[in-house]
T-cell receptor, first 115, second 115 residues
Framework: QQQVKQSPQSLIVQKGGISIINCAYE??????FPWYQQFPGKGPALLIA?????SEKKEGRFTISFNKSAKQFSLHIMDSQPGDSATYFC??????????????FGTGTLLAVQP | DAGITQSPRHKVTETGTPVTLRCHQT?????MYWYRQDPGHGLRLIHY???????DKGEVSDGYSVSRSKTEDFLLTLESATSSQTSVYFC??????????????FGEGSRLTVL
């Protein structure tokens, strides 16, 4: 199955809090897991990505946690700020070796960070 | 900024009319994609291209065709638009790398309404 299941659908967090968005997949051939951030009226933009050879990747306030055995990965936003308010998409793709990046996206999480 | 421009940005059309959306990139990326974004579905791949005149179907290709006669332009055509094709369409491009995944650069989207 090619699906990537994302939760929650929406999330409200207070400024300074931790935002957590979860994704799960079934296809064990997936080996690239990016998160995209989308502001209203704009296209998605890559935020952070991980490959399954590591269990965690951190870039500033954003961390991906990856659990290969459970086939789950999550995005943590530490010290959430109102400027982080956006829609977040997890995604996954298999490495076909020389083929294109056919990303499968989750359904998105609308994050609102209240001041 | 990968220099991706979509046109038109907004279009209203009637059922049964043909519609062409244009994606233009300035970075000479090899791979280009068309996605549609709908509430509750996230981003779904319609068609993609891995070079001039080289295209293939994505997850939701029925009712759509594409063409790529030049590296910089990727056209999406709805031969006979239906109300179910009302959506926001995103073009994306990816630098050519052999094997595996890479960052997708998205345009700002084309909002299509089919009445």
């Amino acid at each position: 199955q090619q699906q990537v299941k994302q939760s929650p659908q929406s999330l409200i967090v207070q400024k300074g809090g931790i935002s957590i968005i979860n994704c799960a997949y079934e296809n064990t051939a997936f080996d690239y897991f990016p998160w995209y951030q989308q502001f209203p009226g704009k296209g998605p933009a890559l935020l952070i990505a991980i490959r399954p050879d590591v269990s965690e990747k951190k870039e500033g306030r954003f961390t991906i946690s990856f659990n290969k055995s459970a086939k789950q990965f999550s995005l943590h936003i530490m010290d959430s700020q109102p400027g982080d308010s956006a829609t977040y998409f997890c995604a996954a793709s298999p490495n076909y070796g020389g083929a294109t990046n056919k990303l499968i996206f989750g359904t998105g999480t609308l994050l609102a960070v209240q001041p | 900024d990968a220099g991706i421009t979509q046109s038109p940005r907004h279009k209203v059309t009637e059922t049964g009319t043909p519609v062409t959306l244009r994606c233009h990139q300035t970075e000479n990326h090899r791979y280009m994609y068309w996605y549609r974004q709908d509430p509750g579905h996230g981003l779904r791949l319609i068609h993609y291209s891995y070079g001039v005149k080289d295209t293939d179907k994505g997850e939701v290709s029925d009712g759509y065709s594409v063409s790529r006669s030049k590296t910089e332009d990727f056209l999406l055509t709805l031969e006979s638009a239906t109300s179910s094709q009302t959506s926001v369409y995103f073009c994306a491009a990816q630098a050519g790398t052999s094997g595996g995944a890479g960052e997708l650069f998205f345009g700002e989207g084309s909002r299509l309404t089919v009445l």
